[in-house]
């Protein structure tokens, strides 16, 4: 056995071990899906490849018994490759925060989500990044809110992503449309006027498995021309990177803008700066390793 896979096997971690072994046997990962099937196992190349680069880790049983049936036909030690595994990494999400936390009433969105049989949906997904772009028209309505996000699976089967829009007050939801740009298409809508609330389904063209990554972009129009002077963005489950640009009109531009963050609705800003608009008349945040709560830009008009 060469001193380098030696050494990988002592020292670990699992996916150099992996690929050591792979490396010191001249089997490709074709050939080692091949020799898996023979033994009832059925594991994908594109896995087998995830393993050796340690973008994923076997956990589940089958997973587990592929490795002792990789460590035979690698002409490996029993529980040579096992044992660098370890006690499993823990499943899901970290914990969030309920929707009260949020949004206000939190029953109605409640309700909206059980329409759409979408409460659990966002423990199955992790906002990796997210970028909005906001334009503010010179009537000071928020005309349009595009979106582009990538999410990441944390329990197999997510097929979809849950929208959740709230309009400013005097919004008229009958005038709020959604529309899907790249990467997803509009499934059902239910609207609440009272709250001008509006939830969506944005569906894939696949189901997730653990680990997966998608991109998607949506665009969201309310021409209901009510006036607004902010715009938040909650999270219930911690979240990579968020980026907010707002642009307004040259017509009609505020005279104060900051940025802030709130653990909720009714709590304070304990995080607030300054923003100064560029000469695209436009100013942006980014927040990163975010905890659940809500960040947003607000303004003040003349």
């Excluded at 001193?3 to 670990?12: K, S, T, Y």
């Excluded at 049983?61 to 499993?88: N, T, Y």
């Excluded at 909206?112 to 990044?129: F, K, N, P, Q």
């Excluded at 790249?182 to 001008?196: L, M, P, Y």
């Amino acid at each position: 056995m060469a001193d380098e896979l030696q050494a990988a096997l002592r020292a670990g971690p699992f996916h150099v071990a992996l690929r050591a072994a792979v490396g010191a046997r001249g089997l490709t990962l074709e050939r080692l899906r091949h020799r898996l099937a023979q033994r009832g196992l059925n594991v994908g190349v594109s896995t087998l490849s995830y393993w050796q680069q340690g973008l994923r880790r076997p956990e589940r049983e089958e997973s587990l018994r592929a490795v002792g049936a990789l460590e035979e036909i690698l002409d490996l030690p029993p529980r040579a490759l096992l044992g660098l595994l370890g006690p499993p990494k823990p499943r899901g999400r970290a914990p969030g925060v309920a929707y009260s936390t949020l949004f206000r009433p939190a029953q109605v969105v409640s309700a909206m989500l059980d329409e759409l049989d979408a409460v659990v949906d966002d423990r199955r997904l992790h906002i990796a990044v997210m970028y909005e772009s906001l334009r503010i028209g010179p009537d000071r309505s928020l005309t349009s809110r595009e979106t582009t996000q990538v999410v990441q699976a944390h329990e197999e089967g997510a097929d979809r992503y849950i929208m959740i829009y709230r309009g400013d007050a005097g919004c008229d939801v009958e005038h709020v449309t959604v529309t899907a740009l790249e990467d997803c298409r509009v499934g059902r809508v239910t609207r609440d006027g009272a709250s001008a609330t509006v939830v969506a389904e944005l569906l894939f063209d696949r189901s997730l498995r653990v680990g997966d990554t998608h991109v998607l972009r949506y665009r969201i129009a309310d021409l209901s021309g009510a006036e607004s002077c902010f715009y938040e963005r909650g999270f219930r489950f911690p979240a990579g990177q968020y980026v907010l640009r707002v642009a307004f009109d040259p017509a009609e531009l505020p005279v104060r803008i900051h940025r802030f963050a709130r653990r909720g609705p009714g709590g304070g800003e304990p995080t607030a700066a300054e923003l100064t608009l560029n000469s695209q008349h436009a100013v942006h945040l980014m927040a990163a390793a975010l905890q659940p709560g809500l960040v947003g830009i607000r303004w003040a008009w003349p």
